[in-house]
């Protein structure tokens, strides 16, 4: 086979979602190479190596709505009628229900529609059609088809037409903070910032900056053992909460602790709090204290309250807890690898599987209490930020994806595709694409499953939020896989049904009375953004992209910014303002070999791009010529403070005036990535409580 797609392979990958093309970031057209897109195809389970393997894969294709009763799940919108068919012998008859949340039963009428019958697989199959009313209730229900004594059945999903802004906030926008939670310490931290340091800087912000929310890093659960991965973009599941934001002295059972044990404990605290001062986040020695600590505390007894409180935590989160908690407890007595484990306990559905986990019942117990106990102090944080005033409160950031070895990729294997991981293509800030190392989502079988993965993520993560970031909404739409072994730009996109993922987000965040916030930067799809806000789903504005690119790529006017979505002058991918305006990102990328021209060219480009900003900060009475980076720094947030923007944030980098660079794409060891603590203009460690008595913090805060 050449390396030039067939018009075979195009037909079989196009029925697959599986592009054939696309256009980069510089409006070149890209034609995918023959090998990328089989190689995908293999993951999506379509075999496409031979001109014979493409024909039955496509023989396949063409017949399997038709080989199932009804398909795997139905996802609608509330003021939506559509139809569902349903696949039976031909000259059958059959009934069509749905029960509902509640339990109720309704039944379908069948739409007269006549479809020509098909041969499959030796069966003579008939289609009848079945109208799905508009006006259902949101949420989960079952739909049933009986005929000739069998019933199939199939999720229905109603979803909000839209997700509808808090009433709180149509009228006032809000503005609030943005922080890397791990990186705001305080005197009284284990090494990295925790729940009651978020707890902390919400009362702070809410009562003394008047912010609305806080937006945080993703929070979801890293190793259980050492090393502990540094980035919160690459965990191992995006369900549960790393217990590393747990603050040990604010665990109730901590009274019942002995002298002797206490005073263990004690020589622990001292000995994490000396890791505060330490110029780089060391995760592996703050989780360690903390783990011996937790599980001092873990041991003690509850009160029949608290036990009552914690058996319902665990009953609600069902299966799903408990296959994490096995994998935690496997991962702490087998190591990392799941290659080096026993074979019998790589699958976690195996029979051997709840066997070991009888006998690691005290360690599987252990790793459900920790997911209860941060959990409750989260919420915690989110009745402070509230009782301060905050319209939202904490705003949770949602993950692309998880590591491809952890807890996700071993309990949710079914999900998840194997053999490519997920990235993104070539654009201006990562000319060589970049390569996420995460397993994607595989859309077909995360249909057969009913989205049910997906929607308990979600539940979780939204259970103490006032908000949802989602990082890289926009994979929810397509998504750049690479096959392994491939460069970064040596991907494809593929396909998802975004009216299935963007619904349920909207259904999730609705019932949990949440704003989502998408973040939609990079290559996107013109109608893509239009699609997001016809759905309630607020993008990102980043001051130094808001640019007219159809007539030169002049900086906007604030009053061209989106209404709906969240505006801010810098991100966590891009160094904070004071260090973006001493182009500090230029000179990092250029030690690490990450340009593809000069560094003279990238400089050109990047003070061109700063002087246009500051041209129409000058233009607007914000600047003046002679203005020092202060000066720029408050001229850059007040004019978002211009923007229609329902909310507009502020990094705590820029409140401490950090300049270092907290993530830098496209790299893995060569910097000190997610390992930066909050530091002040002289790169020492900044702590929470340096900040509050910060009066620039005041001054810059107040701009918004």
């Known amino acids: 086979m050449t390396d030039a797609p067939s018009t075979e392979l195009i037909d079989l990958a196009r029925a697959n979602g599986v592009a054939t093309e696309y256009w980069d970031w510089q409006g070149a057209h890209v034609t995918v190479p023959a090998s990328t897109i089989v190689a995908v195809l293999a993951a999506l389970g379509q075999p496409a190596a031979t001109e014979d393997e493409v024909r039955d894969s496509l023989a396949q294709v063409r017949d399997r709505e038709w080989r199932r009763p009804l398909p795997p799940v139905l996802v609608v919108t509330e003021s939506e009628s559509t139809t569902i068919p349903v696949h039976l012998p031909h000259g059958e008859s059959v009934t069509v229900s749905v029960q509902l949340e509640d339990g109720s039963r309704r039944p379908l009428d069948q739409v007269d529609r006549w479809v020509d019958p098909r041969v499959v697989d030796g069966r003579q199959l008939g289609e009848a059609t079945f109208d799905v009313p508009a006006g259902l209730p949101l949420g989960w229900h079952e739909i049933s088809a009986s005929y000739a004594g069998t019933t199939a059945t199939c999720t229905l999903v109603v979803t909000p037409d839209r997700l509808e802004v808090p009433e709180s906030l149509r009228d006032h926008p809000a503005s609030g903070v943005m922080t890397q939670l791990y990186a705001m310490r305080s005197s009284r931290s284990?090494?990295?910032?925790?729940?009651?340091?978020?707890?902390?800087l919400a009362a702070w912000a809410g009562q003394e900056l008047g912010s609305d929310f806080v937006l945080v890093n993703p929070l979801h659960a890293a190793e259980p053992v050492p090393p502990v991965e540094p980035s919160p973009y690459l965990p191992t599941t995006r369900r549960f909460i790393s217990p590393l934001y747990i603050r040990v002295e604010d665990?109730?059972?901590?009274?019942?602790?002995?002298a002797q044990d206490r005073a263990l404990l004690q020589w622990q605290a001292d000995d994490a709090l000396r890791l505060n001062a330490e110029d780089v986040?060391?995760?592996?020695?703050?989780?360690?204290?903390?783990?011996?600590?937790?599980?001092?505390?873990?041991?003690?007894?509850?009160?029949p309250r608290r036990e009552r409180d914690y058996r319902a935590f665990c009953q609600r989160e069902g299966q799903g807890l408990v296959d994490f908690a096995t994998w935690c407890a496997f991962t702490a007595a087998y190591g990392e690898d799941e290659a080096e484990w026993p074979e019998e306990l790589q699958d976690s559905a195996g029979p051997a599987v709840a066997e070991r986990r009888e006998e690691l019942a005290a360690d599987v117990d252990y790793y459900c209490w920790l997911q209860w106990v941060v959990e409750d102090q989260l919420e915690q944080a989110q009745r402070v930020a509230h009782e301060s005033g905050m319209r939202l409160g904490l705003i949770h950031d949602l993950a692309v994806g998880v590591h491809p070895s952890g807890a996700d990729a071993w309990g949710l294997r079914d999900a998840?595709?194997?053999?490519?991981?997920?990235?993104?293509?070539?654009?201006?800030?990562?000319?060589?694409?970049?390569?996420?190392?995460?397993?994607?989502?595989?859309?077909?079988?995360?249909?057969?499953?009913?989205?049910?993965?997906?929607?308990?993520?979600?539940?979780?993560?939204?259970?103490?939020a006032g908000g949802l970031r989602v990082d890289h909404i926009i994979g929810l739409f397509r998504l750049w896989w690479i096959p392994q072994g491939c460069k970064p730009f040596e991907g494809t996109y593929v396909r998802y049904d975004h009216e299935a993922f963007i619904g349920i987000l909207a259904l999730e965040a609705h019932r949990a009375g949440a704003v989502v916030?998408?973040?939609?930067?990079?290559?996107?799809?013109?109608?893509?953004?239009?699609?997001?806000?016809?759905?309630?789903?607020?993008?990102?504005?980043?001051?130094?992209?808001?640019?007219d690119y159809e007539h030169g790529g002049e900086p906007i006017q604030p009053e061209q910014y989106r209404r709906l979505c969240l505006a801010t002058v810098t991100t966590h991918d891009l160094p904070p303002t004071a260090g973006y305006l001493q182009q500090v990102h230029i000179d990092l990328r250029?030690?690490?070999?990450?340009?593809?021209?000069?560094?003279?060219?990238?400089?050109?480009?990047?003070v061109h791009e700063q002087e246009g900003i500051k041209a129409l900060l000058r233009s607007r009475g914000l600047l003046r010529e002679d203005a020092s980076d202060e000066d720029t720094i408050e001229a850059l947030h007040k004019l978002l403070s211009w923007t229609p923007a329902l909310l507009r944030g502020i990094s705590v980098s820029d409140l401490a005036q950090d300049k270092r660079i907290i993530n830098q794409p496209g790299t893995d060891e060569?910097?000190?990535?997610?390992?930066m603590p909050l530091a002040g203009a002289d790169g020492r460690p900044v702590l929470l409580e340096d900040l509050m008595r910060s009066r620039w913090a005041r001054r810059l805060a107040r701009t918004l």
């Open 670 to 675: 060569e910097y000190a990535n997610w390992r």
């Open 590 to 606: 250029h030690e690490l070999g990450l340009l593809t021209r000069s560094i003279e060219e990238e400089r050109a480009s990047e």
């Open 251 to 258: 665990i109730p059972e901590m009274g019942y602790l002995t």
């Open 517 to 547: 916030i998408g973040e939609d930067l990079g290559t996107v799809e013109s109608w893509v953004r239009d699609y997001l806000a016809d759905r309630g789903v607020m993008g990102t504005s980043i001051l130094w992209f808001e640019r």
């Open 281 to 303: 986040i060391d995760r592996d020695a703050s989780w360690r204290l903390k783990d011996a600590a937790l599980r001092l505390v873990h041991k003690q007894p509850r009160s």
């Open 190 to 200: 284990w090494g990295m910032g925790d729940a009651a340091d978020l707890a902390e």
């Open 416 to 464: 998840l595709a194997r053999g490519v991981t997920v990235g993104a293509p070539a654009d201006q800030y990562n000319q060589l694409g970049q390569d996420w190392s995460q397993p994607p989502w595989r859309p077909d079988q995360l249909a057969e499953l009913g989205y049910a993965p997906y929607r308990d993520m979600l539940r979780t993560v939204l259970r103490s």
